[in-house]
C-alpha cells in the first residue's frame, strides 16, 4: 500500500515537473505557435492570425511612440508581443492569470515575452474573450503597458517582486495612455469615488495608482529609479498625496 502511494506520489510529481518545464519551454520561445509576425525594428508583433498590414503597422508604430515617451529607456533590441486570439491559446498562455487582457513574462534582467489575449488590428482595439474594449483602452495602450512591464523587469531585476503594486501597475499605465492628463485634471475626475468598471473604461485600468505615480513623477519630481526604488504602500503614498493637497 505504501509503496503504491510512493510510486504514485513520485509519477505524479515527475509529471508536474514534466508539465511546468513544457510551460516553461512555450513561455521561453512561443513563435512554433504563432505563425504571422510582423515588424523588423523595436517592436515585433506576432498573432494566430493574419495580421492585416495597415493596422499591424499602425500598432507598431503607436505602440513604439508611447514607449519612446515613457521616462523609462527601452534597452534592448527588440521586443516580441503575441496575441492569443485562438480560445485554446489564450486559456494555455494566460494559464496564470486567466482574466487578464494581457500579460507580461517578466523573466528579470532578461526581459521577456508579453501576450495580449485578442486584438482586431484594423480598428485598434482589444478583444478579450469576446468583449472589445474601447478607447482609452486600446490596442496601443495594451501593448506599451505590457511592454513597460518587461521594461521595468529589465532594469530593476529581481528586486520586481519588491516594487509596490501601485507603482507596478501605474506606471505602465501612465506609460501607455495616449491622452496623458495632467495630475490636478485626472486627480478632479476621480474624485473620492473607489474604483469601479465605469471609472476604469473611462480612465484605465488602474486609474488611482497612475494618479499616484503621476504625482510623485511630475509633482514631486522624482526620477523614475526614485519611484521604482520606493516601498511605500498605496496607503502611504496616498496620505502624502492627500497632505500636500492640503497645504
Ligand atoms: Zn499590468
Same mark, same amino acid.
Given at each position: 500500500?505504501?509503496?503504491?502511494? #510512493?510510486?504514485?506520489?513520485?509519477?505524479?510529481?515527475?509529471?508536474?515537473?514534466?508539465?511546468?518545464?513544457?510551460?516553461?519551454?512555450?513561455?521561453?520561445? /512561443?513563435?512554433?505557435?504563432?505563425?504571422?509576425?510582423?515588424?523588423?525594428? #523595436?517592436?515585433?508583433?506576432?498573432?494566430?492570425?493574419?495580421?492585416?498590414?495597415?493596422?499591424?503597422?499602425?500598432?507598431?508604430?503607436?505602440?513604439?511612440?508611447?514607449?519612446?515617451?515613457?521616462?523609462?529607456?527601452?534597452?534592448?533590441?527588440?521586443?516580441?508581443?503575441?496575441?492569443?486570439?485562438?480560445?485554446?491559446?489564450?486559456?494555455?498562455?494566460?494559464?496564470?492569470?486567466? #482574466?487578464?487582457?494581457?500579460?507580461?513574462?517578466?523573466?528579470?534582467?532578461?526581459?521577456? /515575452?508579453?501576450?495580449?489575449?485578442?486584438?482586431?488590428?484594423?480598428?485598434?482595439?482589444?478583444?478579450?474573450?469576446?468583449?472589445?474594449?474601447?478607447?482609452?483602452?486600446?490596442?496601443?495602450?495594451?501593448?506599451?503597458?505590457?511592454?513597460?512591464?518587461?521594461?521595468?523587469?529589465?532594469?530593476?531585476?529581481?528586486?520586481?517582486?519588491?516594487? /509596490?503594486?501601485?507603482?507596478?501597475?501605474?506606471?505602465?499605465?501612465?506609460?501607455?495612455?495616449?491622452?496623458?492628463?495632467?495630475?490636478?485634471?485626472?486627480?478632479?475626475?476621480?474624485?473620492?469615488?473607489?474604483?469601479?468598471?465605469?471609472?476604469?473604461?473611462?480612465?484605465?485600468?488602474?486609474?488611482?495608482?497612475?494618479?499616484?505615480?503621476?504625482?510623485?513623477?511630475? #509633482?514631486?519630481?522624482?526620477?523614475?529609479?526614485?519611484?521604482?526604488?520606493?516601498?511605500?504602500?498605496?496607503?502611504?503614498?496616498?496620505?502624502?498625496?492627500?497632505?500636500?493637497?492640503?497645504?
Amino acid at each position: 500500500m505504501l509503496q503504491a502511494i #510512493k510510486r504514485t506520489l513520485l509519477w505524479g510529481g515527475a509529471a508536474s515537473a514534466g508539465v511546468a518545464l513544457l510551460f516553461g519551454a512555450l513561455i521561453v520561445w /512561443p513563435d512554433p505557435l504563432f505563425a504571422y509576425a510582423l515588424g523588423t525594428g #523595436k517592436i515585433v508583433v506576432a498573432s494566430d492570425r493574419p495580421i492585416p498590414s495597415a493596422g499591424g503597422e499602425r500598432l507598431l508604430r503607436d505602440c513604439e511612440r508611447l514607449l519612446e515617451r515613457s521616462p523609462l529607456k527601452a534597452k534592448a533590441r527588440q521586443y516580441r508581443i503575441y496575441v492569443t486570439n485562438e480560445d485554446w491559446r489564450q486559456r494555455l498562455f494566460f494559464l496564470p492569470k486567466p #482574466k487578464a487582457w494581457g500579460l507580461a513574462y517578466s523573466l528579470s534582467s532578461f526581459g521577456g /515575452p508579453a501576450f495580449l489575449s485578442g486584438a482586431d488590428f484594423e480598428a485598434g482595439r482589444v478583444v478579450h474573450l469576446g468583449y472589445v474594449g474601447t478607447p482609452p483602452r486600446t490596442l496601443a495602450w495594451l501593448c506599451a503597458h505590457e511592454l513597460t512591464h518587461i521594461i521595468v523587469g529589465e532594469h530593476v531585476g529581481l528586486a520586481r517582486f519588491r516594487v /509596490p503594486r501601485w507603482v507596478w501597475e501605474g506606471f505602465p499605465d501612465y506609460v501607455g495612455i495616449e491622452n496623458r492628463v495632467s495630475f490636478e485634471e485626472l486627480r478632479d475626475a476621480l474624485g473620492d469615488r473607489p474604483v469601479d468598471i465605469p471609472m476604469m473604461i473611462k480612465h484605465g485600468s488602474y486609474p488611482r495608482y497612475r494618479l499616484l505615480v503621476t504625482y510623485f513623477l511630475e #509633482k514631486k519630481g522624482w526620477s523614475v529609479d526614485q519611484l521604482l526604488q520606493t516601498r511605500l504602500t498605496e496607503d502611504e503614498a496616498t496620505e502624502i498625496m492627500r497632505a500636500d493637497a492640503k497645504r
